[in-house]
């Protein structure tokens, strides 16, 4: 049974991403989204110099993202600066 790494880091960004739902605008969407921003430049700087379109550094990119993201609010709810939402 081969099982990867990214495939479970993959998982687990899943379920942080569908967890987040709740809290609404955080850290976690905002890092996915530059993540993959930045993959997409990647994926195109290889295109450019002539190999084929690489899906794998976004897919890489949006889960080092989301993952760096849910270690954001971590850090931000552990140090307290961050004020709750205010339910509206």
């Avoid at 976004?58 to 849910?70: E, F």
């Amino acid at each position: 049974m081969n099982i990867d790494v990214w495939l479970i880091l993959g998982i687990i960004s899943i379920i942080a991403l569908l967890s987040s739902f709740a809290i609404g605008k955080n850290s976690i969407w905002g890092s996915m989204t530059v993540a993959v921003i930045i993959g997409l430049v990647i994926a195109l700087v290889y295109v450019f110099k002539g190999e084929s379109f690489h899906w794998t550094i976004i897919k890489k990119a949006a889960i080092v993202g989301t993952l760096s993201g849910v270690l954001f609010e971590i850090i931000a709810r552990v140090s307290g600066k961050k004020k709750p939402a205010a339910d509206s």
